[in-house]
């Protein structure tokens, strides 16, 4: 597992700075970020994301506290008023029911274990706390053109595993959790984002981002 993250994250520690510049004025991000707005259930504090990265999301939404592997992007979150901690998903530093929201965004297909995040996310939520996933599922365009990216060994994508949507439902009931609420957008093909996007309820698999709440059954 640990040879596993160090080769998932080490792009993430060396290219820190590229991968933090790519949301400068983005117009993707500003679509993802008013998707995950647009859940009933909010990010509620105190909030964790997992695989927190550079901060951007966790600013954006509100998630106070965010643990990366990577130590680099950490210090670029921290900048953004982000309480981080080196750490991996399958093993958090934390004590059980600690937080109200825990986030995991665009991060799932970069796990090496997600079964095990999952189970370590539900110790640390609170009762009737919710987990939030963002996705981008493999059937979309999106997910399509992420996975020719992966195969030509793309540097950020290489290790990544990409799911879709049946495959997630699958993996969260399996530890536990049910699905509460879910939105779909980002309907515009890559490269070629001209407008703001409004979310549709549901997930959808031709959307090439899903977000979804979920809650211990």
Not at 56 to 81: H, N, Q
Not at 143 to 151: A, I, V
Not at 181 to 203: A, C, D, F, N, R
Request: hydrophobic share 40%; proline share 6%.
């Amino acid at each position: 597992m640990k040879q596993h993250w160090r080769d998932s994250s080490s792009v993430f520690q060396n290219r820190a700075q590229e991968y933090d510049s790519w949301f400068d004025n983005s117009l993707l991000f500003a679509i993802e970020a008013s998707a995950i707005r647009d859940l009933p259930l909010s990010i509620q504090a105190p909030a964790l994301e997992i695989g927190v990265g550079p901060g951007r999301f966790a600013e954006a939404l509100g998630s106070d506290y965010g643990i990366d592997p990577a130590s680099a992007p950490l210090k670029i979150a921290r900048s953004r008023g982000v309480i981080t901690c080196q750490a991996i998903g399958e093993d958090l530093p934390f004590l059980e029911n600690s937080f109200a929201t825990v986030s995991l965004l665009f991060t799932l297909c970069f796990l090496h274990t997600p079964s095990s995040v999952l189970q370590e996310s539900r110790r640390v939520l609170q009762e009737n706390g919710h987990l939030i996933i963002g996705f981008v599922p493999l059937t979309s365009v999106w997910g399509k053109n992420l996975q020719q990216k992966k195969e030509a060994d793309h540097p950020f994508y290489k290790h990544a595993h990409f799911f879709t949507i049946e495959e997630v439902k699958t993996l969260l009931t399996n530890q536990g959790f049910s699905i509460k609420s879910s939105v779909s957008s980002l309907y515009q093909p890559p490269e070629k984002i001209t407008q703001m996007e409004k979310s549709k309820p549901g997930m959808d698999e031709k959307a090439g981002f899903v977000v979804l709440t979920a809650q211990a059954s």
